[in-house]
């Protein structure tokens, strides 16, 4: 697969974007849901800022307060032998009856524009930032999606009772509406379609199971983008692969004479992410009519291999000019890069091979 990466990747690091919070630092600027308005491209970015901490050994934790509508920062010991620290974004506790987990930085949205889609200003304040009890642990990896004049905003709302999607709804980028959560936990990685199909709208989401079953794409439908149900299996991982691990929608379906095209990650178990494509039917988008076997990206360059979680390429929007495909995505958990690719050419690569789910 040809892939033209920006010479000037990464176009948006943690440098880039001043801290909301005193006291804090920022350290990712990634995952960034893409839009074309007016003469910009927009990148809803992912902002996560962490608790700076003056002692190795104390490591912090900040929770959104709901009814004060402030941080609050709780902090715990790394002797403290009931909690596991080995993944620097979580502190977990060893016995999980006796409570959850808590994340060592809090994330929210904000916007960064551009007139050329190479250059980008990050608005000095935040787009939206957690504001019920959904989102006390932050809001994280938006996918947007543009239909008639409305930009429709899903992201995954995080707080002690899970991990939810949640969507607004934009005709600006300065104002928005809240229409709630579209699905309840564990559940990520939700991408609406841009138009109806045969009336009904179609989403794409990842159930997180934590029993039996793997972390697989489904499809669901709507009449009305609130209420979904119909929920099919879509494509599952598959085990040994670069998706092995677990999978998940990348970038908003892409209409083409072929078919649906979806661009989506995939994990090893080792958690090295890479983007696929799989193609579904234009008039019943739940039937699969091809998936590539080898991934269509993957981690090459030092800023996609190294990070604060390395070997990470994960896209969350695109910009259609043509058979060019602009693709934003996240690297290592850090920044925003962006690359183009041929839509015809990964559509050939799917013809070429037909497979199963």
Not at 111 to 116: E, N, P, T
Request: aromatic share 10%; hydrophobic share 35%.
């Amino acid at each position: 697969m040809n892939i033209y990466r920006y010479p000037k990747n990464p176009l948006i690091t943690p440098l880039d974007v001043p801290p909301l919070h005193e006291g804090f630092e920022v350290i990712g600027a990634f995952n960034a849901g893409v839009a074309k308005y007016q003469d910009e491209t927009i990148l809803l970015l992912r902002v996560a800022e962490r608790p700076i901490s003056e002692d190795p050994m104390i490591v912090k934790a900040p929770i959104y307060n709901i009814e004060k509508q402030s941080l609050d920062i709780l902090e715990f010991n790394k002797s403290n032998k009931e909690y596991d620290f080995e993944d620097p974004r979580t502190i977990r506790r060893k016995d999980k009856l006796q409570g959850f987990s808590y994340l060592t930085s809090l994330s929210y949205i904000r916007i960064a524009r551009s007139k050329d889609g190479h250059r980008f200003t990050i608005d000095k304040d935040a787009f939206i930032c957690p504001f019920n009890r959904y989102q006390t642990f932050g809001i994280e990896d938006a996918r947007c999606t543009q239909i008639g004049d409305t930009y429709y905003i899903n992201f995954s709302s995080v707080s002690e009772m899970g991990v939810c999607d949640s969507l607004v709804a934009t005709k600006d980028f300065v104002t928005y509406q809240d229409l709630g959560n579209i699905f309840a936990p564990e559940n990520k990685d939700v991408l609406l379609f841009p138009e109806k199909i045969n009336g009904k709208y179609y989403a794409l989401h990842r159930p997180s199971l934590k029993s039996i079953g793997n972390h697989d794409i489904w499809i669901a439908s709507s009449p009305d983008l609130l209420a979904w149900g119909d929920h099919h299996h879509l494509i599952g991982i598959r085990p040994g692969s670069w998706d092995g691990g677990r999978i998940g929608g990348g970038l908003v379906p892409i209409k083409t004479e072929k078919g649906w095209l979806e661009i989506y990650h995939g994990a090893t178990e080792d958690h090295r992410y890479c983007m696929g494509a799989v193609l579904l039917d234009l008039d019943d988008p739940t039937k699969v009519i091809a998936r590539t076997i080898d991934p269509i990206m993957e981690p090459e360059e030092d800023y996609e291999k190294e990070g604060f979680f390395g070997e990470v390429v994960f896209g969350c929007g695109g910009i259609i000019e043509g058979d060019k495909l602009i693709m934003y995505y996240g690297v290592a958990d850090t920044s925003m890069a962006a690359c183009e690719l041929s839509i015809s050419e990964i559509l050939d690569q799917l013809e070429k091979r037909r497979t199963e789910k």
